[in-house]
């Protein structure tokens, strides 16, 4: 179908959230590292222990034990795994609505994905969790997308019952809540991430958290040596000695974030104050339903997802909206969000030769089929549904625009016309 002519176009800032709060503090601190000549995070000349401090404080604004940065959250992802002892002839229930680190984290352990519905939330549907448990359920892995929290209470609940541990990968959703329990405090152990297009961000960069001793030193060995450091020294006699994947974080990174940091509540506050004006102002619209959202303080909101009555709607609210400048994706175009985007998973592809770990003989009875139709009520809902990121900049001038172009792709979909008759 044709996009009809725009009457108006926007030019909203890029969706970085983080970056657009850099100014002199940011560069001040990078500047500290540099002149300090002291870049690495474990010793140094003029040792600052940027990502020591930083570490401490993550612990302490979340209330947990332990934070181990790390260079990204992917690898924070593959220490995790190894912090559990994820691996061959175990399943690790993730939602089909994801970011393949999410999932690459699970198969590169050797351990078998098992895909969860998402509901209305976009996050895991914790009914679907409970019947895809089995006795080889290792772990569950909820995932908190476009800035909202899973339902953890019912999550936990499960987990709790049913004796399985839970990774929260808060990569998108770092300052969300839920009723006042910041997400990286329900589970077992939690990862965060830094990358750029993250609520606070060093460009690249991840840290985990958790209150387990164990899975803690087990983490910190599996991220950088596969022994532990301890007092800028590796432990080589631990006893958590494994292999490690040298994914240390940076001192200059490390700066950066903790000045971020200081700075993350007042990002996530100016993008949900923006997203629900922006929702507000909109809530006239016939024809589409916001994401399911139980906890508007607790939303980190940098995304709007909005749900069409039909695929089709979604399709051309989505090129409407495109070609008047407003960033919006139709979600089974999200890439390598959606689990049947992902030919590395659909395919079942190995970075080996032996084609582990879908042959290895623990996991032959637990292999699954992951092409499209695996999950119908994911593959339904992403079907008829948009996302919009919110930049976390806007002024209130920039949300009309935003909320005018909305309304004139919504009219130009013919949405109201199509759901009143
Ligand atoms: C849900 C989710 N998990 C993990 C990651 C990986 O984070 P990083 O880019 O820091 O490795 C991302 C990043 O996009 C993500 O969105």
Request: net charge neutral; glycine share 8%.
């Amino acid at each position: 179908m044709n996009v009809s002519e725009p009457t108006k176009q926007v030019s909203l800032p890029r969706e970085f959230p983080g970056v657009h709060y850099y100014g002199e503090d940011e560069e001040a601190a990078a500047l500290r590292v540099i002149r300090q000549r002291s870049p690495f995070r474990y010793y140094g000349a003029n040792f600052l222990a940027e990502a020591d401090s930083l570490e401490k404080e993550y612990a302490a604004r979340l209330g947990r034990r332990y934070a181990q940065a790390v260079s990204s959250c992917t690898s924070g992802l593959a220490a995790a795994m190894a912090a559990f002892r994820v691996g061959p002839g175990q399943e690790v229930l993730v939602p089909g609505f994801f970011w393949v680190s999410t999932v690459a984290a699970i198969v590169r352990a050797g351990a078998v994905p098992v895909l969860v519905e998402i509901d209305e939330s976009f996050t895991m549907d914790p009914e679907d969790l409970e019947r895809k448990i089995t006795p080889s359920s290792k772990l569950i892995l909820p995932v908190h997308m476009c800035g909202v929290p899973s339902d953890m209470p019912a999550i936990m609940a499960i987990a709790r019952r049913r004796g399985i541990a839970v990774l929260e990968d808060c990569a998108q959703a770092n300052g969300a809540m839920l009723h006042g329990k910041p997400v990286g405090t329900f589970g077992d152990l939690a990862v965060f991430s830094f990358q750029m297009n993250k609520n606070i961000t060093a460009g690249e960069g991840g840290i985990i958290v958790t209150d387990d001793e164990t899975l803690y030193l087990r983490a910190n060995a599996a991220h950088d040596l596969g022994v532990p450091w301890s007092g800028g020294l590796p432990v080589q006699d631990s006893p958590h000695a494994m292999w490690g994947a040298g994914a240390r974080m940076n001192e200059i990174a490390a700066a950066i974030i903790r000045v971020q940091l200081r700075k993350l509540d007042a990002i996530t506050a100016h993008m949900r104050a923006s997203k629900y004006r922006i929702r507000e102002a909109l809530s006239d619209l016939p024809g589409l339903q916001w994401r399911r959202i139980k906890d508007r303080e607790g939303d980190s909101g940098p995304f709007i997802v909005a749900m069409f009555a039909t695929p089709e709607a979604a399709g051309r609210f989505a090129r409407e909206a495109s070609a008047r400048g407003l960033t919006c994706t139709h979600l089974p175009d999200y890439g390598l969000h959606v689990y049947c985007n992902v030919k590395a998973l659909i395919e079942k592809r190995s970075n080996s030769a032996d084609g582990f770990p879908w042959t290895h003989p623990a996991n032959a009875a637990l292999v699954r089929d992951y092409r499209r139709g695996a999950l119908p009520k994911t593959d339904e809902l992403l079907a008829r549904s948009v996302v919009c990121p919110v930049p976390s900049n806007l002024t209130p001038s920039q949300e009309n625009e935003y909320t005018a172009v909305f309304r004139e792709a919504h009219g130009a979909a013919g949405i109201g016309r199509l759901i009143v008759t």
